[in-house]
Nanobody
Framework: QVQLVESGGGLVQAGGSLRLSCVASGSTFSIDIMGWYRQAPGKQRESVATITSGGSTNYRDSAKGRFTISRDNAKNTVYLQMNSLKPEDTAVYYC?????????WGQGTQVTVSS
């Protein structure tokens, strides 16, 4: 049974930083694409950043230059380093693992940025 567990969310002031972690268990982590998504109240879930098994990354425009996604295959963990946080980054952040006929989500971690 695949399980993704996020951690690292919290309350931070604008301009601050947070580092999210997502640990995967029971999956083929090393060969799958990992991603961070977020959903703000009343809005659709959106992609924040993704990273392939080979380390290629992709970011939404608003995250470029501020967020960094990385992965440690030995620890089955994907990270999202978030710097220069803004109130509009406030959302529940979800970890996602995708592969061939595989699509798994974590339960989410709340990030709140105060102005």
């Amino acid at each position: 049974q695949v399980q993704l567990v996020e951690s690292g969310g919290g309350l931070v002031q604008a301009g601050g930083s947070l580092r999210l972690s997502c640990v995967a268990s029971g999956s083929t982590f090393s060969i799958d694409i990992m991603g961070w998504y977020r959903q703000a109240p009343g809005k659709q879930r959106e992609s924040v950043a993704t990273i392939t098994s080979g380390g290629s990354t992709n970011y939404r425009d608003s995250a470029k230059g501020r967020f960094t996604i990385s992965r440690d295959n030995a620890k089955n963990t994907v990270y999202l380093q978030m710097n220069s946080l803004k109130p509009e980054d406030t959302a529940v952040y979800y970890c996602r693992e995708t592969g061939f006929l595989r699509d798994y989500w974590g339960q989410g971690t709340q990030v709140t940025v105060s102005s």
